[in-house]
Nanobody, 123 residues
């Protein structure tokens, strides 16, 4: 069992930056691939980024590639999402997730989820 708690969401202006954090507890976080998904009102949850158990293999959605960066600190059982050059369309609830396997873009491949943190980008 893995518990995930996100933090760092908030209101940011378009073009600005925000850094999300996700603290993992329970079984050793380094055993899991970690990722971020997001869900805007009225839309399905969509993949944002993921990182392999020990890194440095990463996956990104085309919509955030070059603007967002995922990283992890296995010593502190934490994964980060650095969001740069944010756009109004990045507004969503961002969820941290984990799976005991390879990285994946598929929401159904992930077993453990955090409660989500709201990110709002103003134009």
């Amino acid at each position: 069992q893995v518990q995930l708690v996100e933090s760092g969401g908030g209101l940011v202006q378009a073009g600005g930056s925000l850094r999300l954090s996700c603290a993992a507890s329970g079984r050793t976080a380094s055993d899991y691939a970690l990722g971020w998904f997001r869900q805007a009102p009225g839309k399905e949850r969509e993949f944002v980024a993921a990182m392999s158990r020990s890194g440095p293999f990463t996956l990104y959605a085309d919509s955030v590639k070059g603007r967002f960066a995922i990283s992890r600190d296995n010593d502190k059982y934490t994964v980060f999402l650095q969001m740069n050059s944010v756009k109004p369309e990045d507004t969503a609830v961002y969820y941290c997730t984990a799976r005991a396997g390879l990285t994946s873009r598929n929401v159904y491949d992930y077993k453990y989820w955090g409660q989500g943190t709201q990110v709002t980008v103003s134009s």
